[in-house]
């Protein structure tokens, strides 16, 4: 089992920046792969970002270049930081993990990016 608890949302203008913090109930070293998702209302949920045990990254097309995921290996978290926000990334942020053959989520922390 994996639990995540995801912290950081809020409330942001235009432009602004958050970091979203995911921690992991177990080493992040033993977990295949680690990620953001999103959802909007009336939406499917959708890949914002992942990172493979091996380190490697994965962006949506739509968060490049404004976005990055990072990790901290010693505290178990990964992160998201995410600048220059629009109003279209208001959503629902879950963090994700892949780990045994099962998918995990966490609680999920809203982004509202509004004026």
């Known amino acids: 089992q994996v639990q995540l608890v995801e912290s950081g949302g809020g409330l942001v203008q235009p432009g602004g920046s958050l970091r979203l913090s995911c921690a992991a109930s177990?080493?992040?070293?033993?977990?295949?792969?680690m990620g953001w998702y999103r959802q909007a209302p009336g939406k499917q949920r959708d890949l914002v970002a992942t990172?493979?045990?091996?380190?490697?990254?994965n962006y949506a097309d739509s968060v490049k270049d404004r976005f990055t995921i990072s990790r901290d290996n010693a505290k178990n978290t990964v992160y998201l930081q995410m600048n220059s926000l629009k109003p279209e990334d208001t959503a629902v942020y879950y963090c994700?993990?892949?780990?045994?053959?099962?998918?995990?989520w966490g609680q999920g922390t809203q982004v509202t990016v509004s004026s």
């Open positions: 994700n993990a892949y780990w045994r053959f099962s998918q995990y």
């Open positions: 177990r080493s992040i070293f033993t977990i295949n792969a």
């Open positions: 990172f493979t045990s091996g380190g490697s990254t």
